[in-house]
C-alpha cells in the first residue's frame, strides 16, 4: 500500500510499478445518477496534462464489487489538481467522465501492468462537500474502502 496525497505532485513521486496496481480512493460524481457511497470503477483515467488510460480490467473488478453488494458504476474517470465544483463538474461531465479523483491519472501515467481505479463516492452534482454533511460522507467512503479492499486483493493480484 501506498498513500501519495492529493495531486498531480505527490502522485507522480510515486515510483510506477510494474506488477497489478489498484489505485483506491475517495471521488466525485460529475453526472446524476451516481450517489455518495456509490463506487465507481474507472474504465479509463485522464487529466488536462495525461492523455486518456485505458483501464481492461474495470468489466472485472466491476463484477467482483457488484458481487460482493456493492452499488457500482462504470466508466471515465479524470483526474484533476483541485476539487470540482459548480461549473467544473458539469465541463468533465461534458467530456464524458462520470466522475473525478486527484490522484489516478499521474500515477498510472508511466505505469505497465495491469491497473483497476476504484472510487467512492464523496460528493455530487446536486450534494457537494461543502455542506455540513461532507464529514459524515467521507467517514462512510472510509468505511467502504476497507470493506471493498479484500475484494479487490482478489480480483486484481
Known sequence: MVCTGMGPKPSRRVEPNHGPVAVVGMGGAVVEGI???DVVVATEVSADDVAPIGLPLAEMVAKGLE???FTV???P???VSEL?????????ADRGAVAVDMESAWLLEHHRGPAAVVRVVTDTPSRELKTAAA???IYRALRTISRLTPVLTKEVV
Do not use: D, I, T
Not at 470540482?84 to 465541463?91: D, F, K, L, M
Open 84 to 92: 470540482a465544483v459548480g461549473p467544473r463538474r458539469q465541463e468533465l
Open 35 to 37: 450517489e455518495p457511497g
Open 77 to 79: 474517470v479524470a483526474s
Open 135 to 137: 464529514p459524515a460522507r
Open 67 to 69: 458481487e460482493a453488494g
Open 73 to 75: 458504476h462504470v466508466g
